[in-house]
C-alpha cells in the first residue's frame, strides 16, 4: 500500500486530518475529565462514557483513575439489575469497556450476563433488532455479531450456533438488497465489519464480501467524500444531505479492511484507501467551531465527536504504518 499513499496527495489529506484530530483530541480529553461531574449528577450517562472511554484509550488519552473507577462501577450496579434486558446499544457500549480492564471476577461475571443476553436476544431468523421485540436488521445484527467476537477473544462461552445463524441471516439480507439494487451503504459497511472479525474466518466469502462493499461504497460516495442514508439520489442530494454519523461508520469499515491487505487486489486497495481519506475530510470539514462533530439528536453529539475522533486517529494510523 505505501505505492499507492505515494501517489495520493497524502500531505494535503494529512494536514487536515492532523488539524481536525489535534482539536478532537484536546477536546475528547476535556469531555472525560468532564465525566467525572457527569458519574456524579447523572443517572443515565454511564453508557455513553463506556464510548468516550473506550475512544480515548485507543487513542492513548489518560483516563483518570477515579473516573475509571466511578464508571465500572455504576456500570456493574446497572448491569446486574437489569443486563437480561439491556437494550443492544448500552449492551455493546459495555462490552466496549469492559474489555479494555483487567479482569476480576465481577467484570468476568457481568461479561457473561451480557453475552448470554445478547445471544438471548436473537430472533429466530438468526438476526437481532435493537430490542427484543424488534424485526431483525442488518445493523443491529452487525453490532451483536461483533461484541460476541470480542466477548469470545475474552474466553467467554459463545454458541458457535448463534454465530453461524447471525452471519446467515446477514448474507442473506445483504445479498437480497443487493439483487434489488437497494444495499444502503452503511449497512453494506457493517456486514464487512461483522465478517471481518468472524472466527472461524470464510476467506472466499470474505473476499467476496469485501470487493462488494468496495463497489457499493464506491458508487455511492459523494464527491465531497461523504456518504447518505439515501439509496437513490443526485449528486447534489447526496452532498447536502451526507452524514457524519454514516461516513463514520464507512470510513471505519475501509480502515478495517485495508489492515487485511491479502483480502483486496491492488486495484481494490487503492480505491478504498482514496475512499477514507475523502471520508476523512469530509469528516474535517463538518468540524464545529469548538471541536464538536454535529448530531441529528443533541444528545448524540458527544457519542458522535468521540466517534469521529477514533475513526481519523485510525485513518491517520493506517497512513503512519503504510
Known amino acids: 500500500m505505501r505505492a499507492m499513499v505515494s501517489q ?10 492532523d488539524r481536525a484530530l489535534s482539536k478532537g483530541l484536546h477536546l475528547l480529553a476535556h469531555m472525560i475529565y468532564t465525566g467525572l461531574g457527569v458519574l456524579h449528577l447523572e443517572e443515565s450517562h454511564e453508557y455513553a462514557i463506556c464510548s468516550q472511554v473506550a475512544a480515548a484509550i485507543e487513542c492513548g488519552i489518560v483516563v483518570p483513575g477515579q473516573l475509571m473507577s466511578m464508571l465500572k462501577a455504576r456500570v456493574l450496579s446497572s448491569i446486574f439489575h437489569s443486563g437480561q434486558h439491556l437494550p443492544l446499544r448500552e449492551a455493546t457500549q459495555a462490552i466496549q469497556f469492559f ?6 471476577e465481577k467484570i468476568s461475571r457481568a461479561l457473561s450476563v451480557l453475552a448470554s443476553a445478547i445471544q438471548e436476544a436473537q430472533n429466530r431468523d438468526g438476526g437481532w433488532g435493537f430490542y427484543r421485540t424488534d424485526h431483525s436488521r442488518i445493523p443491529a445484527t452487525s453490532a451483536a455479531l461483533q461484541a460476541l467476537a470480542k466477548c469470545r477473544t475474552k474466553g467467554l462461552d459463545v454458541d458457535q450456533s448463534v454465530l453461524d445463524k447471525g452471519y446467515a441471516f446477514l448474507t442473506e439480507a445483504y445479498y ?18 461483522a465478517y471481518l472479525v468472524r472466527v472461524p474466518e470464510n476467506p472466499e466469502l470474505l473476499r467476496d464480501i469485501a470487493g462488494s462493499v468496495i ?14 442514508f439515501l439509496v437513490r439520489a443526485t449528486s447534489r442530494m447526496r452532498e447536502d444531505l451526507g452524514s457524519v454519523a454514516i461516513t463514520t461508520t464507512n470510513v471505519n469499515s475501509l480502515v478495517a479492511v485495508l489492515a487485511k491487505k491479502q483480502l483486496l487486489d491492488e486495484d481494490q486497495q487503492a480505491t478504498a484507501l482514496t475512499m477514507a481519506l475523502k471520508g476523512a475530510r469530509f469528516l474535517c470539514a463538518t468540524q464545529m ?34
Not at 437480497?176 to 465489519?193: E, G, I, P, T
Not at 462533530?293 to 497512513?319: G, K, M, N
Open 8 to 17: 495520493l496527495p497524502i500531505e494535503e489529506y494529512m494536514a487536515v486530518i
Open 215 to 228: 463497489r457499493v461504497l464506491y458508487e455511492s460516495q459523494s464527491e465531497n467524500g461523504s456518504w447518505t
Open 176 to 193: 437480497k438488497d443487493l439483487s434489488r439494487n437497494r444495499v444502503l451503504s452503511f449497512k453494506a459497511a457493517q456486514v464487512l465489519s
Open 99 to 104: 474489555i479494555l480492564l483487567e479482569r476480576d
Open 289 to 322: 467551531g469548538d471541536g464538536y462533530w454535529p448530531a441529528q439528536h443533541s444528545d448524540e453529539y458527544i457519542i458522535h465527536t468521540a466517534e469521529c475522533v477514533r475513526t481519523l486517529f485510525r485513518v491517520r494510523q493506517l497512513v503512519s504504518d503504510a
